[in-house]
């Protein structure tokens, strides 16, 4: 047996239940929040001021989704499942055109909500697009794998990727 030396030597293992949550940790959870705090409440406060609405952080949300919860990105073809600019989209732009003529326009916390609530309604509507695979789907190694006629899938006689083997075709 070989002879260790210094502090290691009279280290003896100890069975210790697992800690629970530390004060250290505490303190840091503690200064996280506060940071959220300092840092979010004048945003919000000015948000509502300039926006005369509640909108913690940004009306970017129902432009996102309504370009891409429509029937335009839905339809078969090359652009199937690609974000659309909802204002150009024919059924979206139908449903906003009554809040651009009326008097006093429109604002951007309420052209916010009208988008997001008919990004709602389409999913609603159509729950199945949602969970439907896009056309370009992504093989475990990361390579783009167009769905439709493959090279990269198609030439291969099991099917599978070939820099993975990562299943059968989607």
């Known amino acids: 047996m070989k002879a260790t030396s210094g502090a290691l030597a009279n280290r003896q293992p100890t069975l210790r239940p697992p800690a629970g949550p530390s004060v250290t940790g505490w303190r840091s ?95 609603t509507a159509h729950p199945g697009y949602v969970l439907a695979p896009s056309p370009t789907t992504r093989c475990a190694c990361s390579t783009s794998v167009q769905a439709t006629g493959c090279r990269v899938r198609s030439s291969t006689p099991s099917g599978r990727c070939p820099r993975c083997c990562a299943g059968p075709r989607r």
């Open 29 to 123: 959870l503690g200064a996280l929040a506060a940071a959220f705090v300092v840092l979010m409440v004048p945003w919000a406060l000015r948000n509502a001021e300039v926006l005369h609405a509640f909108v913690p952080v940004t009306t970017e949300g129902g432009y996102t989704l309504a370009g891409q919860y429509n029937a335009t990105p839905a339809a078969p073809g090359p652009l199937q499942s690609v974000w659309q600019i909802p204002l150009i989209v024919p059924d979206v732009a139908a449903r906003l055109r009554p809040l651009y003529v009326r008097p006093g326009g429109v604002g951007e916390a309420q052209l916010d909500s009208r988008l997001r609530s008919i990004a709602i309604d389409y999913v």
